[in-house]
């Protein structure tokens, strides 16, 4: 693979002070490591944004499964001629990629 930290990534969010609108954002990896950290003043549609990039970063490992998952689906010569058998992996590759696209934007696919 590409030596990252493998999936799934989480992200959490929190201010520092109740006080203070500084919010810390970071993206954990499986065993609860810090793989991004950064913090900033949010205004209401700042919040947004940075929400909308956590997601897309924790979906990142999904997000590259479901796409290796494609390709390798696809590299079968036999992949026009679905069987039961295909036809069932193409399924479990289509999960993959919706619930990879429903981790990244938030919303169901």
Do not use: C
Request: hydrophobic share 40%; aromatic share 8%; charged share 25%.
């Amino acid at each position: 693979m590409n030596g990252h930290t493998p999936g799934p990534w989480l992200h959490y969010a929190a201010r520092l002070r109740p006080q203070y609108p500084l919010r810390i954002n970071e993206i954990h990896g499986p065993n609860g490591e810090t793989i991004v950290r950064w913090s900033g003043f949010d205004g209401v549609g700042k919040k947004r944004a940075v929400t909308a990039n956590a997601r897309l970063i924790a979906a990142a490992p999904e997000l590259l499964d479901a796409l290796t998952a494609t390709r390798e689906w696809m590299r079968d010569d036999k992949w026009r001629n679905s069987t039961i058998e295909k036809h069932a992996s193409w399924e479990a590759v289509m999960r993959g990629i919706a619930a990879a696209i429903t981790k990244a934007t938030g919303e169901q696919s």
